[in-house]
Structure formats: C-alpha cells, structure tokens
C-alpha cells in the first residue's frame, strides 16, 4: 500500500494538491475494508521482510502486535510471548542461524518458522498460526454468487430486506444440505479395498449456479 501512494504521487507530478485528496480515499479504504491490524503484525513475522532494507517499524505494526497480544494469546504466556516479540525483533545470531537466513529466500514465512523457530516456541505458535491463513477471495464470491441468484426477473423488485431475507435462507439451506450429507457419510463403513479411490470431484461454480432451490426462492414470493 505504501508503494500504491508512492505511485500515486508520482503520477500527479508530485502536485500536493492532487495527490493528498487521493491518499486521503486510500487510507480510509485501507483502514476501514482492507487493512487489519494483524496484517501488520503478519509484515512483521514474515523473517524476509524483517531482514531486508525495506523494513520500517512503525506504529501499524505495533498497533499489529498488540492486537495479537490482547486477542489471541493467553494471558499466562503474554509476558514471554513480549520477550520473545523482543527476540525476534533484535534478530538474535541462536535464531537467525547461516540455516535460517538461507532460508529467507527460499520458503515461505509459515515454513520458515516451523524449521527455524524452535528457539522461540511461543512466538513461533502464533506466528504460524498467522501466517498460514491464505488470502482469498472467495467469500465475497459466494456472497455475490448467492445474491445474484436471488436477483432474478421475478425477484428485482423486492425490497431489500426480503432480498437479504431470500440469500439468508438459501445460504443457510446449502450450509444443512451439506452438513446432513456430510453426517451420512460419517456413518457409512469404511471398504479397506476402496481406499485409494479418489473422491467424486465437487464442481463448486456448477454448485453455486445451481438452480436446486429456484422452487424456494418461488414459494417465498407466492407467499
């Protein structure tokens, strides 16, 4: 995001005037739908970035930390978890070996702290835990998948709360479609000789387009 505003200065000639008012929707965007205080912290524990030229420490990050300290660690490892925060962040040589820092450049951060992070066992839990969740959008596709379908010609005149009242039950009805066939399968014996047969593959697009609850959506405007 900072090399985004760097850019956009750039493109407005360095003109103040021009390029401020555009900062200002970029950092409301930024802090209010995509940055998360624990995206700063996933900055900070990604080792690569620590070690590179380019690491600034600001408040963000701190602020990101903090969150972390507050939300997900227990209050009875908070004080070695700081200390370790502390470790991390001098770059100790008993953590950042010739291994380690090989290894900046070759794995991803999550695979970095699970081989070289045993030195710090508390941070490195967290740091994992972090940077293993993936970034995707997939969502908000659901969501607008799930709207769409409800948007039809029958249905563009509805007000919007019926509307989210529509994507509510159908969202739900496939949420108990799947989790009833997921407790059937549960129940059904495991075949030793079947287990190398690969699963029937799920088209998850063909899923969402599906018009299964089009008798539904239907039943809730005749009524």
């Not at 070690?51 to 420490?57: D, I, N, Q």
């Not at 399968?185 to 063909?206: A, F, S, T």
């Amino acid at each position: 995001m900072e090399m985004a505003k760097e850019a956009i200065k750039q493109q407005c000639a360095s003109n103040q005037d021009k390029y401020m008012q555009i900062w200002e929707l970029v950092n409301c965007r930024c802090t209010e739908n995509i940055i998360h205080p624990i995206h700063a912290a996933a900055t900070f524990l990604n080792p690569s970035y620590l070690c590179s030229e380019k690491f600034k420490e600001n408040s963000e990050i701190k602020d990101g930390i903090s969150f972390i300290l507050e939300n997900l660690v227990a209050i009875e490892e908070r004080e070695d978890f700081m200390k370790q925060v502390q470790l991390y962040r001098n770059k100790v040589p008993s953590l950042f070996t010739v291994t380690a820092k090989t290894m900046l450049k070759t794995s991803h951060p999550r695979i970095w702290w699970d081989f070289c992070g045993d030195r710090l066992p508390i941070l490195q839990r967290y740091a994992i835990r972090i940077l293993s969740q993936p970034c995707s959008s997939s969502s908000c596709k659901r969501n607008w998948n799930a709207f769409e379908e409800a948007q039809t010609k029958k249905t563009n005149m509805l007000t919007s709360e019926m509307l989210d009242n529509m994507v509510y039950v159908r969202l739900n009805s496939v949420m108990m479609e799947k989790f009833n066939t997921g407790e059937s399968l549960d129940l059904e014996p495991i075949y030793l000789d079947k287990l190398n047969e690969l699963p029937e593959y799920v088209d998850h697009e063909q899923f969402w387009e599906d018009d299964a609850f089009s008798g539904v959506v239907e039943k809730v405007i005749d009524g």
